[in-house]
C-alpha cells in the first residue's frame, strides 16, 4: 500500500490509534442507539461501514477529465456528495 510505503512509523502507529478509536465509537454508539443490535452485528456494521468510506471518494470527487472519459464510455454516472452516501449506506446497513 502506498501509504505504509512513504510514511514514517510513528506517524502510521498515530494514525492506527486514532482509526481504532474512531471503530470503537462508532461500536459504542451502534451498542447505544440500536441496543437490539448484538456485537457480531455491530462489529459486521463496522467492517462493511468503514471499507466503504474508504471507497467513496472516487464517487463524490469527479474531475473534468475522469467526467469526459465517463461520457465518452458511455456510463451513465450521477454526482452524490459524500453525505448522501454515507447516510444511505448506514440506512441500508441497519435496515432502515
Do not use: N, W
Not at 40 to 49: E, G, N, S, V
Amino acid at each position: 500500500m502506498e501509504l505504509e510505503g512513504s510514511v514514517r512509523h510513528e506517524p502510521l502507529v498515530a494514525f492506527k490509534r486514532e482509526y481504532g478509536r474512531s471503530l470503537e465509537l462508532v461500536g459504542r454508539c451502534l451498542a447505544r442507539f440500536f441496543p437490539d443490535m448484538d456485537e457480531k452485528a455491530r462489529r459486521d456494521f463496522i467492517y462493511t461501514f468503514f471499507p466503504m468510506m474508504f471507497g467513496i471518494y472516487p464517487y463524490t470527487v469527479v474531475t473534468d477529465v475522469q467526467s469526459a472519459a465517463m461520457t465518452e464510455a458511455g456510463i451513465d454516472f450521477a454526482y452524490a456528495s459524500a453525505h448522501e452516501l454515507i447516510r444511505a449506506s448506514a440506512l441500508r446497513l441497519l435496515g432502515e
